[in-house]
């Protein structure tokens, strides 16, 4: 396939472009409302063509687009795009408003195009393995997980995701998601009622870079979440407990094949054995599936959606000191 970069970002340079090329695909233009940004990305990462329009990607043949540009900026990429006939594998969050997110999902649907949203974390083999124990049962009957998710945001990285809100920054918006989705990749399920509170520690400018929520699930099971941009020395991981099991992944919540995974039992404990497969080749590769037709597990736009859905619930939740209800998007 060849694809169309919108968004010279450092996620597209540090890990897109060069899974784009291990899987086969061809990165044909980078766009960037910065003619300077656009042509030293390409330059670069040895991109034929640096654009300030997308409108000029038309002429160039792709297939495709991955939009990574701010999140307040992804609906008009993904319009265009739907309105070209072109695939679409988006960053999360999808937008930073659910009318956005639908009216997206919904022009991509209407267009017949896929609509992928690059919820890297569930391409783990971490996820992939829990995903499997639980539905052979191993858990029993699962009642409670949780989440660590908090880090500290590289240097490189500080710059609208804690200073411009209205772009879509805050821990909120840039974690919660994922782990949204982490949770239903492996659960089946979205909490339908979130209880918040969020902090800003000394990072963020007039937003959140700390937030801890409670979520409750349609099955009665509940969830404890922890996301920041303020730990460097915290760990990551993701916990799932059931009656007669759990599961314990440390270090497995990053962009790199990391981490451990182990299964408690009364038997004793198991560890389990992970590959080292890079989470964004796979995402391509699923997302080649969909475009095929074929299964697959790419995060689609509802996806998306949906754990932009249960992120801005956190916030809503902080926001008014009391639980809410999760609406979904849908």
């Known amino acids: 396939m060849r694809w169309g970069l919108i968004g010279a970002s450092n996620i597209a340079g540090e890990w897109m472009v060069g899974a784009l090329r291990a899987v086969g695909d061809e990165a044909v233009a980078v766009v960037s409302g910065s003619a ?33 540009s701010t999140n307040d900026k992804h609906e008009a990429s993904v319009l265009h795009a739907a309105s070209r006939g072109w695939h679409v594998l988006c960053e999360k969050p999808l937008a ?9 999902v919904q022009a991509c649907a209407a267009a017949g195009v896929v609509m992928g949203t690059n919820h890297h974390l569930r391409h783990n083999a971490a ?4 995903r499997e124990l639980i539905a052979q049962g191993r858990l029993g009957q699962l009642v409670a997980a ?11 990285l500080q710059g609208w995701r804690i200073h411009d809100r209205a772009a879509g920054g805050g821990v909120v918006l840039d974690i919660a998601v994922h782990n949204a989705d982490s949770l239903a990749y492996l659960l089946g399920e979205y909490p339908v009622e979130v209880q918040a509170m969020v902090a800003s520690t000394g990072m963020a400018q007039g937003m ?14 509940t969830a404890f979440t922890h996301q920041a941009f303020t730990t460097p020395h ?13 599961l314990e992944g440390d ?19 198991e560890s389990q054995e992970l590959d080292s497969g890079n989470l964004y080749e796979r995402c391509l590769q699923q997302f080649h599936a969909a475009v095929r037709g074929e299964p697959h597990t790419l ?10 859905a249960v992120a801005l619930a956190v916030l809503d939740s902080a926001q008014l000191g009391r639980a809410v209800q999760v609406d979904l998007g849908d």
């Open 251 to 269: 270090g497995i919540l990053s962009q790199r094949a990391d981490g451990t995974l182990v299964l408690r039992t009364a038997a004793g404990t």
């Open 146 to 156: 949780r989440v660590h998710h908090a880090v500290y945001l590289r240097p490189v």
């Open 299 to 308: 995060a689609d736009g509802r996806a998306g959606l949906r754990s932009l």
């Open 36 to 68: 300077e940004r656009a042509g030293e990305f390409a330059s670069r990462f040895g991109i034929p063509h640096a654009l300030t329009r997308e409108a000029d990607l038309a002429a160039l043949g792709i297939d495709a687009v991955y939009v990574s």
């Open 208 to 221: 959140e870079d700390h937030a801890m929520s409670l979520w409750r699930f349609p099955s009665g099971l």
């Open 96 to 104: 930073t408003t659910l009318v956005a997110a639908r009216r997206m």
């Open 234 to 246: 915290a760990r990551i991981g993701l916990e799932i407990h059931g009656t007669e099991g759990t």
């Open 127 to 130: 996820h992939r393995r829990m």
